[in-house]
């Protein structure tokens, strides 16, 4: 059981926009922490996508997206693309437990 | 470019131990935090333990307190996991990553490098 909750899949169609959420607690998210996005594509290692909430690197297309309000966070992904089909996971940290990742969430582009 | 090879994986039995690297190049190691992060097969990411850039501070999780201890030597540019007495639930990719500071006290991870395995099986 992770301690940041994510939705085990979402779908979606090409084009279409969809979101992911990262929910955590008062002593994570809630507490202030900021929230980092991995995206990790079929058979290759994690790879930063947003940092600090809302900011992308150098590379990341505009399509995605992140922000955080209370004790959740969300990725947004607009005008979906086969190439997004990957598997998504939030970061944060715990004053208890440290260094936390949400389970992860498969998206499928139907 | 920055690069991170890991290195030193593979099969051992239950109560067995593994000492992983990871080979830096294309930054200032030194400078630079660093940490393991594991994967189970099929399953999600999972931190493992961190170090400072002078490697004087360690952390880990709680599941691998007192069983693993990460090290690095920056004239090498290399990080190290030593592990011992290994579980079946140790069974995972170990991914090398290095660390960039962010606000207040939430870092994140932005190289990775392709990871190595560790199967802890008789």
């Known amino acids: 059981q992770s301690v940041l909750t994510q939705p085990p899949s979402v779908s979606g169609a090409p084009g279409q926009r969809v979101t992911i959420s990262c929910t955590g607690s008062s002593s994570n998210i809630g507490a202030g922490y900021d929230v980092h996005w991995y995206q990790q594509l079929p058979g290759t290692a994690p790879k930063l996508l947003i940092y600090g909430n809302s900011n992308r690197p150098s590379g990341v297309p505009d399509r995605f997206s992140g922000s955080k309000s209370g004790t959740s966070a969300s990725l947004a992904i607009t005008g979906l693309q086969a190439e997004d089909e990957a598997d998504y996971y939030c970061?944060?940290?715990?004053?208890?437990?440290?260094?936390?990742f949400g389970g992860g969430t498969k998206l499928t582009v139907l | 470019e920055v690069q991170l090879v890991e290195s030193g994986g593979g099969l051992v039995k239950p109560g067995g131990s593994l000492r992983l690297s990871c080979a830096a190049s294309?930054?200032?190691?030194?400078?630079?935090?660093m940490n393991w992060v594991r994967q189970a097969p099929g399953k999600g990411l999972e931190w493992v333990s961190s170090?400072?850039?002078?490697?004087?501070?360690?952390y880990y999780a709680d599941s691998v307190k007192g069983r693993f201890t990460i090290s690095r030597d920056n004239a090498k540019n290399s990080l190290y996991l030593q592990m011992n007495s290994l579980r079946g639930d140790d069974t995972a990719l170990y991914y090398c990553?290095?660390?960039?500071?962010?606000?207040?006290?939430?870092?994140?991870?932005?190289?990775w490098g392709q990871g190595t395995l560790v199967t802890v099986s008789s």
């Open positions: 170090i400072t850039s002078s490697g004087n501070n360690m």
């Open positions: 970061q944060s940290y715990d004053s208890s437990l440290k260094v936390v």
């Open positions: 990553a290095r660390i960039t500071p962010y606000g207040s006290g939430s870092n994140y991870r932005d190289s």
């Open positions: 294309g930054f200032s190691f030194s400078t630079y935090n």
